[in-house]
């Protein structure tokens, strides 16, 4: 017979067996309703610094590619519209990127912890087409007025622009007025990794570019695409004063080894379509030879649409034959230069080159120039 102990052992044993087949079939009957809940809650996104993690509302428009002041169309009208809903006043809402939808979109950057920059770019439009978005809220009065903090400068602000003047106007360069031997450029981008390739093409890998001079060129070339032109490509923006002396060179050597011209012929022969080193407009990072690949672009469709347009967009087609004897330029229907709405809106009402337009608004004199090269 069993002992007293060896059947407590036993008994014992037998509510251990009985309470975990029971623990472990509530256990697998959880599981089914945990995967449930967790395909039902997204994981959380991280959230560094201040920035707040937004999720886009799929039920508004798909955010629009940069805007600022002087763009125009339909994503100009949406964001207008976007302002308009959160209580944010641009305005008329006619498609015109003004003062009036600068002012909203900054109040809206302020008070949803953006930089208040006025351009919708790729930060504030992720904030601005989400649920996340913060409506118009009135600022409280106070009682005691709160001094304002100094501002503090960003190592950008410290460095000048030096594609402008000390007051604002576009810096010239060509043959009498050389590059600034103490040009810096401001703030380059590499176009291949910053310019969408379903906008433009860069023909060349190293292609560089100011910044500020691509998002506005991004959005003219945008605007080209919306009433059906494509094909865009960008084959020469920025060179440095070394590279444009190599380009020189092999030109002078080709006129030499394949034309039989002696050095001063094949040096006054390459002046008339390349510029000499420090002279050009590429050494500036704010011009762009725009191109359709495998086409004469003079006689293409984007040309025309370009030398109509390319003005609402802050750029000058800079080389014409009309005003060839005062740039000192062969015609040049693909090299388009960033100068700014307030600059090339005067130029194209007033048919100037940037030659008559400095001469005019900026205090400069020039003399006419029959011996052209671009």
Known sequence: MNSPKTILGLALLLVLVVLTVIFGTQVLQLVPQVREEQQRTPTPSPVYGNVMAVTPDPSLPTPPPILKR???????????????????????????????????????QQQNGLEPDGVAGAATNTVLYSSSARAYTAPQATA????????????????????????????????????????????????????????VKIKYSSTLAENEAVDAL?????AGIDEGLKNWQVSAAYRTTEQQQKLFNNKVRTYMNENGLSRSKAVSATRKTVADPGTSEHHLGTAFDITVPGASFGSTKQAKWLSEH??????????????????????????FRYVGTEHSLIMRDEDLCLEEYLELYGGMTFEEDADTAP
């Not at 106007?169 to 981008?189: A, K, Q, S, T």
């Open 144 to 199: 005691t007025p709160v001094p304002t903090p100094e501002p503090t400068a960003s190592p950008r602000a410290a460095v000048p622009k030096m594609y402008v003047t000390a007051d604002g106007m576009p810096l010239l360069v060509n043959r009498e007025h050389l590059l600034p031997e103490d040009y810096v450029p401001y703030e380059l981008v590499t176009m291949n990794d910053y310019c969408p390739s379903g906008v």
């Open 218 to 222: 991004l959005i003219m070339l945008q």
């Open 70 to 108: 002087g763009s125009k169309g339909s994503d100009v009208i949406a964001l207008q519209n976007r302002l308009t809903e959160l209580g944010y006043n641009p305005g008329s809402v006619d498609g015109e990127f003004g003062p009036g939808t600068e002012e909203a979109l900054i109040q809206f």
């Open 310 to 335: 390319c003005w609402e967009y802050g750029f000058i087609l800079r080389y014409t034959k009309e005003k060839q004897d005062i740039t000192g330029f062969l015609a040049e229907p693909w090299h």
